[in-house]
């Protein structure tokens, strides 16, 4: 069983910053694929990046060159540095994560609101 807890979102000016934290439990993070996903009022779930134990990163077109995730494996932790944030970027931030044999895991999720 593996547990993530997110932290980091709050209310941000559009502009701002804001960096999400993703702490996993588990003794084998450095091999799981981590990925964050998004949830907008009223719309469905969707990916924004993700990161493979081999450090290779892909972002939703949406947030690239904007968003940067990436992994500490000494703290079993993943990162999602959000810059130039917009009013659509408003949403639910969950973490997940897929270990070696497939298996899934979601976070609980943190709140990130733009607005001025």
């Known amino acids: 069983q593996v547990q993530l807890v997110e932290s980091g979102g709050g209310l941000v000016q559009p502009g701002g910053s804001l960096r999400l934290s993703c702490a996993a439990s588990g003794s084998s993070f450095s091999m799981y694929i981590m990925r964050w996903y998004r949830q907008a009022p009223g719309k469905q779930r969707e990916w924004v990046a993700s990161i493979t134990s081999k450090i290779i990163t892909n972002y939703a077109d949406s947030v690239k060159g904007r968003f940067t995730i990436s992994r500490d494996n000494a703290k079993n932790t993943v990162y999602l540095q959000m810059n130039s944030l917009k009013l659509e970027d408003t949403a639910v931030y969950y973490c997940?994560?897929?270990?070696?044999?497939?298996?899934?895991?979601w976070g609980q999720g943190t709140e990130v609101t733009v607005s001025s």
């Open positions: 997940y994560a897929q270990t070696p044999a497939a298996v899934e895991y």
